[in-house]
């Protein structure tokens, strides 16, 4: 009881300063998320989209009623599967604002099915909200299982935080289509010097500020949710089996001291 009580006040600060946060790091990320965004299509999962930053760089058109919104023509369904319950409002309102129709999971979430808009303008493409994550391969809930395969699965700032990053990698394989893509952006421990992915090097020392990033981790982690600095995404998407391709690159921005712990990762793997 009181372990859940303290889960939920966690939950609800991380969601409250997400608010802020994720304005200041979409200002920063937005040139890279929009490299790789117009790879995600189809029936789409998102794992972790917190406010639905991912929805913003998404392909649009103008809807009859003149508004700018989502492309039923490329994006056909969007499930967004999100642990925090704190986030639903504005995970439901960026959504509705870019057109879609939402609808909540009622086996996973406490909310009936009235919650959501329901009765989006004609040929609004399909928004569900599920609670949970793809840690436990035995705990994936019905409704994502259900809504299987999927052409695209996005992961946007997410596996830093997740608990178990291989598995849900692992799990992210197998809910996709043979040919589907894992399209991501995260951020991740700097990259060995010379990593000939690396974009923009911009003279970081790599080897101090990826130790600084161990150093680190533990406090931050706590502070951020679960967030680690140092994991190196890309390699654990790369070494997961199941892919017939992964193309990504990385990039040491230098926009502030923060960006110097948060190098990141961008790209796409393909399911074989
Ligand atoms: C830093 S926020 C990123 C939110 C959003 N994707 C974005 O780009 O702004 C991390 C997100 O991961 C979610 N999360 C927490 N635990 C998770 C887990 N075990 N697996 C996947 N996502 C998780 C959080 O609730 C939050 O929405």
């Not at 929805?55 to 039923?72: E, K």
């Not at 604002?97 to 009765?119: I, L, M, W």
């Not at 809910?175 to 991740?188: Q, S, Y």
């Not at 161990?214 to 140092?230: A, E, Q, R």
Request: net charge neutral; aromatic share 8%.
């Amino acid at each position: 009881m009181a372990g859940g009580i303290f889960a939920s006040v966690y939950d609800w600060i991380f969601s409250t300063a997400w608010v802020i946060e994720s304005k200041r790091n979409n200002r920063k990320v937005d040139v890279y998320r929009k490299m790789v965004w117009p790879e995600i299509r189809g029936k789409v999962l998102e794992v972790g989209p917190g406010y639905a930053e991912s929805v913003r760089h998404l392909a649009h058109t103008t809807a009859s009623n003149g508004a700018f919104v989502v492309d039923p023509g490329t994006i056909h369904s969007y499930t967004a599967l999100e642990p925090n319950p704190f986030m639903y409002g504005g995970l439901q309102k960026n959504a509705e604002d870019n057109g879609f129709c939402v609808t909540y999971d009622t086996k996973t979430t406490d909310r009936g099915p009235e919650a959501g808009t329901r009765s989006g303008r004609d040929g609004a493409v399909p928004f569900a909200i599920v609670r949970g994550t793809l840690d436990d391969p035995d705990n994936i809930p019905q409704a994502i299982l259900d809504e299987a395969p999927y052409d695209t699965v996005v992961t946007s700032f997410s596996l830093c935080t997740a608990r178990d990053p291989a598995a849900t990698v692992r799990n992210i394989v197998r809910l996709l289509k043979p040919g589907g893509a894992h399209v991501f952006i995260e951020h991740v421990r700097q990259p060995p010097p010379g990593d000939p992915r690396v974009l923009e090097d911009n003279g970081v020392n790599a080897v101090l500020w990826g130790k600084i990033q161990d150093w680190l981790t533990p406090l931050w982690s706590v502070i951020g949710h679960g967030c680690h600095l140092n994991r190196c995404t890309g390699e654990t998407i790369l070494n997961t089996e199941g892919w017939a391709s992964v193309d990504y690159k990385s990039t040491r921005p230098v926009v502030d001291l923060q960006s110097r712990i948060m190098p990141l990762s961008f790209g796409k793997a393909i399911k074989a």
